[in-house]
């Protein structure tokens, strides 16, 4: 079935007990640790009265196996930090309660939704998107070294090298682009996050690249079609590009995450940081 395109006919075909299995898909329980979220979105074209454009809220996570899967999807309205708020309380509400790291781009008013949900977690602002944000406003001359310079620092061996040699990088060009090294300057704590975790993780958490490879097959997959005749037909195709990729993925888990120095790093900081709400496992651990 994922060879192919989706025709509006074949989306319309699909029984309706694709809808409750959907229902039930969504309110599955989650695992109670996961050491990432991923979270980021997409919009669709909807026919209501009118057709219009409307997000798709997706969030991914690697949980305490080093498994990474879709958590859920939510369909509808348009990309807003309120409605980030309301699917991180769906992922709070349905088990994942212990959540180390958030991973995603600046959007306005997300950082704060995440921390109101997960006030004991990291966040981690996509160095991806940082880079090519700011790539455009840099003189075509002074891109080569501008870039060379910039990824000496998120690069660095360690969080504090880092740090060394991004003053280096702003003695350097302050001068020429100070709106953007201020910028960057101002994101140090969140785009720099990724250094407090182990370091064979930092591949996979110093960009929200994982998630925007499963947006960018959805949109592969919505493409064909001008525009889908409701809601429900938007559901169907994500919820089937969500099963496919928890499958391909299931029991696979992220290279890094399962290496015994990392676990055992990872289980500290849950420790740290949750062992108060779970004290029967803080006994476990300590007995």
Same mark, same amino acid.
């Given at each position: 079935?994922?060879?192919? #395109? ?17 229902? #039930? ?186 998630? $925007? ?53 990872? $289980?500290?900081?849950?420790? $740290? ?11 476990? #651990?300590?007995?």
């Amino acid at each position: 079935m994922f060879g192919s #395109q989706y025709s509006p006919t074949t989306i319309s075909n699909i029984t309706q007990t694709v809808m409750e299995d959907i229902e #039930q898909w969504q309110q599955r329980p989650l695992e109670k640790r996961y050491s990432v979220i991923y979270l980021d979105g997409l919009y669709v074209k909807l026919k209501r009265n009118t057709v219009s454009s409307e997000a798709v809220y997706l969030a991914m996570g690697i949980d305490e196996k080093g498994i990474r899967q879709i958590l859920g999807f939510y369909v509808g309205g348009h990309e807003s930090a309120n409605g980030w708020r309301k699917v991180l309380k769906d992922l709070k509400n349905r088990g994942a309660t212990d959540v180390l790291l958030g991973v995603f781009d600046g959007l306005p008013g997300l950082e704060e939704a995440f921390r109101e949900i997960y006030p004991k977690a990291d966040v981690q602002h996509c160095i991806v998107h940082k880079v090519r944000s700011t790539f455009p406003k840099i003189r075509v001359s002074d891109k080569t070294a501008f870039l060379d310079d910039l990824k000496l620092v998120y690069t660095a061996v360690d969080g504090d090298v880092a740090l060394a040699v991004f003053d280096g990088f702003k003695a350097k060009w302050s001068k020429q682009y100070p709106k953007e090294v201020k910028s960057w300057e101002a994101q140090l704590p969140t785009l720099l996050a990724f250094y407090k975790f182990p370091v064979l993780t930092w591949p996979a958490i110093y960009t929200s690249n994982p998630i $925007e490879r499963m947006n960018k097959e959805l949109r592969k997959r919505l493409k064909p079609m001008n525009s889908l005749t409701n809601i429900e037909a938007a559901e169907k195709i994500i919820y089937l590009q969500a099963l496919d990729y928890n499958e391909k993925w299931c029991g696979r888990a992220i290279r890094g995450f399962v290496d015994v120095g990392t676990k055992a790093k990872l $289980e500290q900081m849950y420790l $740290e940081r949750y062992a108060a709400n779970h004290p029967n496992l803080e006994l476990t #651990q300590t007995s």
